[in-house]
């Protein structure tokens, strides 16, 4: 039976949601008397016996080069067919991660569609085609098919293979990048198994003690709407707002939760809840995960810079810096009481005065409220924000603290109007 994993047409390049799992390859089970969830979960001591059926997986792809997605899927479902504890879902599963790996070649250009109308008004009309000429149907059909291929200059196997070159059944794998073994492929699979059921998650609500800045940074790198307070010695409560809450579109932004998970398998001394909505009706169920659960993840991590945009802009502040003063990312955590702040940046003058630099990400009126009270709350704290011109009315209804500056910009951050606003700080105090 072929497996053909539903596909997003925006995903099917390689690189776009990598290694991650949709609602239809999703498996858990419910357990209402506790009200928790549990992901699919493939462990050693239970599925042993599933590493060696996953290595043959790898092969299938490692050589199947000029094969077809639906032969190569058909294939996969023949090498799993002897486990009789393999649901569809799962094999569905694995067969999408091991597709997110690879690349397919596909119809640039519309060519397949071009090639079946030259194709079917040529045979149309010597209708019908018969394999044997008898009577009145004289049309052979390799006679035909040979003349049509002349015609077109092209070999009659050629036209089979381009002919449906526009359906992604047929698109012929072109490169694989694997995995590192079985045992990853079975590992990653476990992994993507929770980062779907957090695409139906109203929050995510994070307790740490260690490896606060990868955390923090991991966070910021997905672009989640989020809120950090202080609980205790040594202890913050991040709570993350869920794709299952006011915020449109959710498959986004549950995608940009999803992401941050493997970042957070790298950290030490950390526990998860996530309310997870369930069918139609809106029950939710508890996903609970912990660092000593056994999920692991190969990232390295979490990259620098939480977008392009600030990339951009160190990569611009890099190439020409402001004389006096430096740039640099910074996730160490701001607080006072219970409020916990993390702007993105810091720029610090030569007399150690320091301005914090904050980007604007994803918003929702909520959001955008919390923020500017945050910013309220860190008055004493020069803080500059950069943010999109079109958040601009929003931000001037809220009202901003008098020693917190604001600087727009459409879609690039303009660096001379950045470092113009930084020396007029060091020579007189804050202001909007």
């Not at 991650?20 to 999703?26: N, P």
């Not at 040529?122 to 004289?138: C, D, K, N, S």
Request: contains cysteine; positive net charge; aromatic residues 8%.
């Amino acid at each position: 039976m072929p497996i053909s994993p539903r596909r997003d047409p925006a995903t099917n390049s390689p690189g776009a949601n990598l290694d991650m799992l949709t609602k239809q390859e999703a498996l858990a089970e419910y357990d209402f008397v506790t009200g928790r969830i549990y992901p699919d979960r493939l462990t050693r001591a239970t599925h042993a016996h599933y590493l060696p059926v996953a290595e043959q997986l790898l092969d299938l792809y490692a050589n199947g080069i000029g094969s077809t997605r639906q032969q190569i899927h058909q294939r996969a479902a023949e090498i799993f067919e002897p486990l009789a504890d393999c649901p569809i879902r799962r094999l569905a599963g694995l067969i999408k991660l091991l597709d997110d790996v690879s690349e397919y070649e596909s119809d640039r250009g519309k060519k397949a569609a071009t090639l079946r109308r030259n194709v079917f008004r040529a045979a149309a009309g010597q209708h019908p085609l018969v394999e044997v000429p008898t009577g009145i149907f004289e049309s052979e059909q390799w006679r035909v098919k040979h003349q049509i291929a002349t015609d077109l200059k092209l070999t009659w196997s050629q036209i089979e293979r381009r002919l449906f070159a526009d359906f992604i059944e047929f698109h012929p794998l072109k490169s694989f990048a694997g995995y590192n073994g079985s045992a990853a492929l079975l590992a990653r699979y476990n992994v993507a198994q929770v980062q779907a059921c957090l695409y139906r998650a109203s929050r995510m609500t994070l307790w740490a003690k260690a490896d606060l800045k990868i955390i923090v940074r991991a966070i910021k790198l997905s672009r989640l709407m989020h809120t950090i307070r202080r609980v205790g010695e040594g202890e913050y409560q991040f709570v993350i707002d869920g794709p299952a809450s006011t915020l449109r579109p959710t498959r986004r932004y549950g995608v940009a939760m999803a992401k941050m998970i493997p970042w957070l398998l790298t950290c030490q001394d950390w526990r998860m809840l996530a309310p997870i909505s369930i069918g139609s009706g809106g029950q939710q169920l508890a996903l609970q995960l912990t660092s000593h659960d056994g999920l692991s993840s190969s990232k390295l991590p979490a990259p620098d810079y939480d977008s392009e945009i600030e990339a951009e802009l160190i990569e611009k502040w890099n190439a020409a810096p402001l004389a006096g003063w430096t740039l640099r990312r910074e996730s160490e955590l701001l607080f006072r009481n219970q409020k916990v702040f993390t702007p993105d940046f810091v720029a610090t003058h030569t007399t150690g005065r320091q301005v914090h630099v904050e980007v604007l990400g994803f918003w929702t009126p909520e959001y955008l409220r919390a923020k500017v009270q945050t910013l309220i709350e860190f008055a004493d704290h020069p803080i500059l924000v950069l943010a999109q011109e079109n958040k601009k009315e929003s931000l001037e209804k809220l009202g901003m603290p008098a020693n917190q500056a604001i600087l727009w910009y459409k879609s690039s951050i303009p660096m001379k109007l950045l470092q113009q606003t930084l020396r007029n700080l060091s020579e007189t105090s804050f202001s909007s």
